[in-house]
């Protein structure tokens, strides 16, 4: 593709370049580049399945897993799918020029702070193609022009993505190189890295190995969509039948990804009751349960030979599987010691009819998303009522928890005067 | 001092152990430690004088100039200032806790965005020992165990600062450590600047050398408060009064500090009658009138000799002095486009009569502050008010403009359900 033999840095010139008639595009502009979008990618849909193909071949030849394959593959339905999600996007509200606030100070100047767009957003992804698509409409959407940066083995299926992309914004009048796609090895990600002044952003998603690199390199802001190392806590005033639902779902409802559970903490005057229950139901749905000494004893002798013993490494690990480590706790507070010790600041919950243990845990459990008597699974964008995401952040500056399209904006003052100077 | 047997690594710990209790103390506490505060800079501001003589007659063996030395003094009147900020900061809302958000999601859940503090800030800091307290005191109100690290000149007067603080937080029953004085040469600035996991956030508050040093080595978020170099355009609409008044009050009436203008663009339309009339004001107030070739022409041949050639490094420079550079430009879009290529992103100014011009020129400038017949001098979080500010930022992430109580918090989302689980 014609991306290869342009340098990185010419590309990102070209989306700054852009990014302003983006960014000053009216919604309804938007819009139309968003339902054209999902318009092509239907009926595009066979030569973007013989891009696939192509893909396909060279992942099963490079001896790719049935799992990485999977993650690799269009088929119409999914096609139909991400075509759905840009038009909810287009049916969203337009982020840009918001207005967040508005006062007259009281020398006269009327002072409004507007949401704007970055400018040039970067996406940094591996192998799931749909990304290609879901990030190009959301920076659309919110006035960015964007930079994707997918992995080799989708080569041809995000070429042939951005290509419907480009062309679906090019049909409403907008520059092309609103949506860009960069190629390239190590070298060419570090170069996308240290575009200051061109590129305002960079948005990882991935796993620790891209996090480690690009914090070596990385000059330009970047905002990590991060892992989650998820906890349940059980107290003793939870319903436990509530909890063993709540548990069950955190842990294997889609174990794959970043809010669901991977440690649960279990309150000693429940763990009689509560841990028998709740080992036989993981067992039963195919979790492996990684349980402390205390854990063991109060599964009783019959379930021993059913659990693994756990080990410090397993409080720390994010599994993204069917395994769970299980601790019993003396305390609320010892929930909150364990959670600060090994969290990573995504989603966490107490079950509690406790309302002074829900309080004290909602307080100092310093994570992105805190929930009570609910599942971790709910870190969402679509289910917080934001719209669809880039990602999930465990950041503490600029977007905590779903990073959606007012994440992806930052905002500037203006304010209006009739010749007022300072005094 | 005590600061420097201790590791700033142990510094470091002690701090992120004593933030979560000040990140939970109610208001009333946290107002009681600053008007402790404020009470005891007075009672003991002999005590304070007498650890500034020390760093004055160091500045003065090493050879300070008057102007750096002036910045180091404190004196009654000073610290008077100084009392008196801490005790507004005390007046005003606490942003922690404030509901930022709330909704409930069509599944029943009930969501809350709440505005919690960042955890331990440090800031970094040039001569003045003021930042020492207004830092100090900003940290505590916002629920954030501060490091402080200034200039090694202040040294005495800051450690003396920082004890009468920590004795204020003391007083009302928090921990000492939640301020902190971070002493040490650059070796140690990087190990402060690499605490992941520890430090939530890092602000420098300084020139572009310690920026440089920090871009090189910082691993934690990095919030600069940063240079400015602001525009005023007078425009083809302009009242020419009212824009003289303007560019003149940008320029001089406080030349050292980020939000004054450092270029003035002007419209071709009005420069035979503004070029005349603005250079004889400038000149007038003693600032040097760097003029690109148009402007010499149009100030015409009697000024030539007390104008200076405007070289391409002028329109780069932010002189903080009594130094304007002048350049006339064909239209709004020229001169937006002189300031994209030019501008800090900090405050930008258009004086003009026509909405039409006022409207492409807030759309199209990027920067935190965009001024319509106003002065940029107005760029400050007290003018703006949001009650004081540890800086300005030039970056669009997290916080852009003023950084005040709030930019010093982040966000945690809290969702409350009844044994919701995700289907």
Request: glycine share 8%; proline share 3%; aromatic share 4%.
């Amino acid at each position: 593709m014609a991306t290869e033999q342009i340098s990185v840095s010419e590309l990102c010139a070209a989306a700054k370049v852009a990014a302003p008639v983006l960014a000053r595009a009216p919604r309804e502009v938007k819009d139309a580049a968003l339902n054209a979008l999902a318009t092509s990618l239907e009926v595009r849909s066979d030569q973007l399945i013989e891009a696939n193909a192509l893909d396909l071949a060279a992942g099963e030849a490079a001896g790719l897993s049935a799992a990485l394959l999977d993650r690799l593959l269009l088929d119409p339905d999914r096609i139909a799918a991400i075509a759905a999600g840009a038009r909810d996007l287009a049916a969203l509200d337009d982020p840009v020029g918001e207005l967040i606030e508005e006062r007259k100070l009281d020398n006269g100047l009327e002072l409004r702070k507007l949401r704007v767009p970055l400018g040039v957003v970067a996406v940094v992804y591996e192998a799931r193609p749909n990304v290609t698509i879901d990030a190009s409409a959301l920076c659309l959407k919110s006035g960015n022009a964007c930079l994707l940066r997918g992995s080799g083995s989708a080569e041809h299926s995000n070429a042939m993505m951005v290509e419907i992309a480009a062309d679906a914004a090019d049909s409403v009048g907008l520059p092309r190189a609103v949506i860009t796609l960069v190629g390239g090895g190590r070298d060419q990600l570090a170069e996308l890295a240290t575009q200051q002044g061109v590129v305002d952003l960079i948005v990882p998603r991935g796993g620790e190995g891209l996090k480690a690199a690009l914090e070596q390199v990385a000059t330009i802001p970047v905002l990590y969509a991060a892992s989650g190392n998820c906890h349940v806590y059980v107290d003793r005033a939870a319903d436990l039948q509530q909890a063993a639902a709540i548990a069950l779902n955190a842990k294997i409802q889609r174990p794959g990804v970043c809010n669901a559970a991977e440690t649960l903490l279990i309150h000693r005057d429940v763990a009689d009751e509560f841990v028998p229950l709740i080992v036989d139901r993981m067992i039963e749905a195919g979790v492996e349960v990684r349980a402390d000494k205390a854990a063991r004893e109060f599964a009783g002798e019959a379930r021993a030979t059913a659990l693994v013993d756990a080990s410090e490494a397993d409080w720390r690990t994010e599994f993204l599987d069917l395994i769970l480590a299980v601790k019993v706790v003396d305390s609320v507070d010892q929930a909150i010691e364990h959670i600060t010790r090994y969290g990573s600041g995504h989603s966490e919950a107490i079950i509690t009819d406790d309302d002074d243990a829900a309080r004290s845990f909602e307080l100092a459990v310093d994570a992105a998303c805190v929930y009570v008597n609910a599942s971790t699974r709910f870190t969402d964008g679509a289910e917080f009522g934001m719209g669809a995401e880039i990602g999930n952040s465990t950041q503490k500056l600029h977007a905590r928890g779903p990073i959606g399209l007012r994440e992806l904006c930052t905002f500037k003052y203006v304010i209006s005067g009739d010749g007022h100077v300072r005094g």
